[in-house]
């Protein structure tokens, strides 16, 4: 079984400049959760969608950053414009919906410059 | 408020002895644990979980992990350790009470794991 995918793997912008992560889920995985994982710290929940609705974004900045996933199955995570401390490692994550564990991709890794 | 702790920001110990990586959590119902492992610029790879039944609890690559429910802890285990153990080791709650988003996870800030030949 394939697991989560996700696009760039690294990227370096400079501050302002705007920036698009891709995530594809496990196939049939209803729920998608993107992190932002700031070195030194554990990942924290940015939004999380159920199908193409989203059921929790109360952690994400949403005067820069927006999230989409238009039919329910992959996923982009924009930041628009870019702060130096959006500098962090964005992870993907998927699960069925009704099963507990959460399965992640290798996550993107940005520099913001 | 839920919240997870991972006392040591790093563990060493030498490979063939036993290893324990510290996690306490604090929620407001019967928790969900998980521990994950996190290589170089790799995602978090899922190692146990814990939801109901039996305290100790078996997992992935010979990793075990005790809930204990007076101490609030979910401590990960091993008996004997391999140098390829090394890497980072992230706790995770979740409340099944929290209504604020469905299946959200809490992760602690994580322990880096330092095996030693």
């Known amino acids: 079984e394939a697991g989560v995918a996700q696009s760039p793997r690294y990227k370096i912008i400079e501050k302002r400049q705007s920036v698009a992560f891709w995530c594809n889920p496990i196939s049939g995985h209803a729920t998608l959760y993107w992190y932002q994982q700031i070195l030194g710290q554990g990942p924290k929940l940015l939004i999380q969608f159920q199908n193409n609705g989203v059921v929790d974004d109360s952690q994400l900045p949403k005067d820069r950053f927006s999230a989409e996933r238009l039919k329910g199955v992959d996923s982009t995570l924009k930041i628009q414009p870019a702060k130096l401390e959006d500098s962090a490692v964005y992870l993907c994550?998927?699960?069925?919906?009704?099963?507990?564990?959460?399965?992640f991709g290798p996550g993107t890794r940005l520099l913001v410059l | 408020a839920q919240s997870v702790a991972q006392p040591e920001d790093q563990v060493n110990v030498a490979e063939g002895n036993p290893l324990t990586v510290k996690c306490t959590y604090s929620?407001?119902?019967?928790?969900?644990l998980f521990w994950y492992v996190q290589y170089p610029n790799r995602g978090l790879q899922f190692l146990l979980k814990?939801?109901?039944?039996?305290?100790l609890v078996k997992g992935s690559y010979g990793f075990e992990a005790e809930f204990n429910k007076s101490q609030t802890s979910f401590h990960l285990k091993k008996p004997s350790a391999l140098v390829s153990d090394s890497a980072l080791y992230f706790c995770?709650?979740?409340?099944?009470?929290?209504?604020?988003?469905?299946?959200?996870?809490?992760f602690g800030a994580g322990t880096r794991l330092a095996v030693h030949p």
């Open positions: 994550a998927s699960n069925p919906g009704a099963e507990e564990t959460q399965y």
């Open positions: 814990y939801i109901t039944g039996d305290n």
């Open positions: 929620v407001s119902g019967n928790p969900y």
């Open positions: 995770a709650v979740r409340d099944p009470m929290f209504s604020g988003g469905y299946n959200k996870l809490i």
